[in-house]
T-cell receptor, first 111, second 111 residues
Framework: DGGITQSPKYLFRKEGQNVTLSCEQN?????MYWYRQDPGQGLRLIYY???????QKGDIAEGYSVSREKKESFPLTVTSAQKNPTAFYLC??????????FGQGTRLTVV | GDSVTQMEGPVTLSEEAFLTINCTYT??????LFWYVQYPGEGLQLLLK?????DKGSNKGFEATYRKETTSFHLEKGSVQVSDSAVYFC??????????FGAGTTVTVRA
């Protein structure tokens, strides 16, 4: 089945540690996105990519990094520079001008 | 830049009540408009969409009409059920790959 897959569903990070969240899609969509959602809050854009090997910062890119080496994959690394990383992270993909498809999310907790 | 403003919640209703969630937008071009729904612990799912003025999107008893003159895309359902309890997001996309989301409205339906 076509879709967008995020892994893991739950992730725990120690202080000072980098962690990487996976996002894979087999929908052949050009654009991919990473959003952060805090409890009771809306979605805030971290990074997005319109094409392989190119990506743009969103509204809250500090402390995060991404890569887009393949059309299907858009991993997000939460670095130690992100001081408050506990949140729900959502990945999405879409063709130009159409609706976005979302993954099921990764819940990251700092321990 | 593009932006979406939606009615703040939370909204609490009894079963079979009428639901309206207001959404207005600001965009320089001719955006496509969307309503997404999020159930607890999950990603966002597309509920309905409209791509041009006067289009009406509908799905699962929900409706929204793209009103260019009032820059609005209000969501309505005539008779809600407990299963409609969720967070609802209004969103728009313009000619490029950017997506803009409203802050989300939490709806709780009581039996």
């Amino acid at each position: 089945d076509g879709g967008i897959t995020q892994s893991p569903k739950y992730l725990f990070r120690k202080e000072g540690q980098n962690v990487t969240l996976s996002c894979e899609q087999n929908l052949n969509h050009d654009a991919m996105y990473w959003y952060r959602q805090d409890p009771g809050q809306g979605l805030r854009l971290i990074y997005y990519s319109q094409i392989v090997n190119d990506f743009q910062k969103g509204d809250i890119a500090e402390g995060y990094s991404v890569s887009r080496e393949k059309k299907e994959s858009f991993p997000l690394t939460v670095t130690s520079a992100q001081k408050n990383p506990t949140a729900f992270y959502l990945c999405a993909s879409r063709p130009q001008g159409a609706e976005a498809f979302f993954g099921q999310g990764t819940r990251l907790t700092v321990v | 830049g593009d932006s979406v403003t939606q009615m703040e919640g939370p909204v609490t209703l009894s079963e079979e009540a009428f639901l309206t969630i207001n959404c207005t937008y600001t965009a320089t071009g001719y955006p496509s408009l969307f309503w997404y729904v999020q159930y607890p612990g999950e990603g966002l799912q597309l509920l309905l969409k409209a791509t041009k003025a006067d289009d009406k999107g509908s799905n699962k008893g929900f409706e929204a009409t793209y009103r260019k003159e009032t820059t609005s895309f209000h969501l309505e359902k005539g008779s809600v059920q407990v299963s409609d309890s969720a967070v609802y997001f209004c969103a728009l996309s313009d000619w490029d790959y950017k997506l803009s989301f409203g802050a989300g409205t939490t709806v709780t339906v009581r039996a």
